[in-house]
């Protein structure tokens, strides 16, 4: 069974400064990891997938994130915040199966970015 | 290219009230989805359908019904709606023939309050 956590359900930082939203996750495979974000109102977008290729993934909007296996972690960082990033962030993992369906979504972590 | 469009938005039923969630999707994709979100507990699977002509359960499916009505379209069914039933609900596809695949595409999503 797969499982995801992300360690903050809130994270608060001011304009310009780092952001970093914990993830570590659990799987019997090897997995994928996402990380999706949604604006308020809004459906999920993707900001980036890591699918054991290079373990430093670079999204969109500046954020990347580390597969780090041994510490069963996927945090997204960004080196400075914007207004424009405030809004809640969804780790996800899949294991892929033939029904492709095994898709499991850790708890989000609501991005607060103060002026 | 509209991708992934949900109706309706914003839906208010009484306990015992039946309604239908439609889905569509332009993008040929194979398999659909159906996803409830909850605060604090990200998005958990109602339902899917991995192809055409196939559906099935996901983690939460109790007072669900779906159709794949074809390959475009997707829609959800309350036939008898509960107060716990209150959510947001999204619509996903996704296409695994592709490089993209686990990549999922939502809907806007439908803001359901059962009273």
């Known amino acids: 069974a797969q499982s995801v956590t992300q360690l903050d359900s809130h994270v608060s930082v001011s304009e310009g400064t780092p952001v970093l939203l914990r993830c570590n996750y659990s799987?019997?495979?090897?997995?994928?990891l996402f990380w999706y974000v949604q604006h308020p109102n809004k459906g999920l977008q993707l900001l980036l997938k890591?699918?054991?290729?290079?373990?430093l993934v670079k999204g969109i909007n500046g954020f990347e994130a580390e597969f780090k296996k041994s510490e069963t972690s996927f945090h997204l960082t960004k080196p400075s915040a914007h207004m424009s990033d405030a809004a809640e962030y969804f780790c996800?993992?899949?294991?892929?199966?033939?029904?492709?369906?095994?898709?499991?979504f850790g708890g989000g972590t609501r991005l607060m970015v103060k002026p | 290219n509209a991708g992934v469009t949900q109706t309706p938005k914003f839906q208010v039923l009484k306990t015992g009230q039946s309604m239908t969630l439609q889905c569509a999707q332009d993008m040929n994709h194979n398999s659909m989805y159906w996803y409830r979100q909850d605060p604090g507990m990200g998005l958990r699977l109602i339902y899917y359908?991995?192809?055409?002509?196939?559906?099935d359960k996901g983690e939460v499916p109790n007072g669900y019904n779906v159709s794949r009505l074809n390959k475009r379209e997707f829609s959800l069914r309350l036939e008898s709606a509960a107060p716990s039933q209150t959510s947001v609900y999204f619509c996903a596809s996704r296409d695994r023939a592709s490089s993209g695949a686990n990549v999922l595409t939502f809907g806007a999503g439908s803001r359901l309050t059962v009273l």
């Open positions: 890591y699918t054991s290729a290079a373990t």
């Open positions: 799987s019997s495979y090897s997995p994928s």
């Open positions: 359908s991995a192809s055409e002509g196939t559906t």
């Open positions: 996800v993992v899949s294991d892929w199966n033939n029904a492709g369906n095994m898709l499991t």
